[in-house]
Every structure is written in structure tokens, then in C-alpha cells.
């Protein structure tokens, strides 16, 4: 859908233009920039403009990806995964990353809150441009998605704030994805990418 990259290319030209503009004719056109941007994505969408322009103004500096991190934990050749509270379908665990933790140490904390199993993170498996991996719904961010190969060391499911179950899953009994955060085919490529050493990325 082209009105998400255009909307995605134009917030980071007025999100850099602003960071770096020190005239105030500049500095009034960048922002509505960004206002245009707004419209957009409110117009494709059910969130309402005064949401989506604090949203986009609240970014500051040179705009950059943010980082998405997923685990994918295999037991039996089968794959953990989380179910979240707040769609009540299923994902690999993780999250946004966090600063001032390595992206090893964001995963093996992700997986332990959301699942109950402290892992170590062992390979990257891939690294995806969450823009053309057939995420649904689309996100007005432009993310990278990174997601490790972690062993477990011990623990036992559980519940957290974010998830109401964890389990493991052979490829045969995926339960109902939220396409938001992982798409079958990424869960595949995990299932191949286990046994290799290279990295997939886009």
C-alpha cells in the first residue's frame, strides 16, 4: 500500500528536516509536513487526526527504524509461542528493544517476562523489514524485526501482563496469529533458518 510509504517518507523528511533546520520559514514548512503526513495515515485508517499528529510530532531527531525483537525457542521441533492479552492470538515472544540492554539481553528478558522460560540467545536468525513481511495492520513506524534462536536454560510457563498463555507448536498446529507482530511464513523460515548458518534478511 503506497500510502504508507508515503506517509512513512514524508514524516522522516519533516522529522530530520526539524532536527536539523534553523530557519523558521524551514521550520514551519517541515511541520506541516508532518501535518500532511497526519492526514494520511488518519484518512487510511481509524485513528483520528489530533492521535496520529501528536504521535508523529512527539519524534525527535534523525528519524531511524525502530527495532522489533521476536524469540524463537524450539523444543522437540516444536516452537514456543506467547498468546497476547491484547488480541488474544498467538505470537513469538518479544517486543520493542529496549536501550541500555544488548539485543541479546532484550531477548532473553522478553522471552522470560512473556513465557516463563529463562533462554540464552544463541544466532540471529534473520533481520526483516516489517513493511514487506505482510504485517496486518500497518504501522505508521518504520520497523526492523530481529529474531534470535535462544536455548532454554530453565523455568516453566506462565502468565504475564502482556501474555494469558505460552506453549509450544509444531508447524502442523499454529494456533491463530497476530499477524501484527509475526506472520506464519516468518514461522517457517525459523523452522529452516534453526538448522543453517546463514542469517536471512532483507
Known sequence: ??????????????????????????????????????EIISDHTNHNFPKVHHYLTS??????????IRGAVFNDDKILMVKEVSDGLWTLPGGWADIHETPGENIERE?????????????LLAVYDRSRHG???????????MFFLCEIVSG????????????????????????ARVTEKQIHRMFELKDIKETDFD
Open 1 to 38: 500500500m503506497k500510502w504508507i510509504e508515503w506517509s512513512q517518507k514524508l514524516q522522516a523528511i519533516a522529522q530530520n528536516g526539524l532536527t536539523y533546520s534553523k530557519d523558521k520559514f524551514d521550520i514551519e514548512r517541515f511541520k506541516q509536513i508532518q501535518e500532511i503526513a497526519a
Open 59 to 68: 519524534e525527535e531527531g534523525y528519524a531511524t527504524p525502530k527495532i522489533d
Open 111 to 123: 522471552v522470560l517476562e512473556e513465557s516463563g522460560y529463562k533462554v540464552s540467545a544463541k544466532k
Open 135 to 145: 504485517h496486518i495492520p500497518l504501522d505508521p513506524q518504520y520497523v526492523y524485526k
Open 156 to 179: 516453566s510457563p506462565r502468565k504475564s501482563l502482556e501474555t494469558s498463555d505460552a506453549g509450544f507448536f509444531g508447524l502442523d498446529e499454529l494456533p491463530d496469529l497476530s499477524i
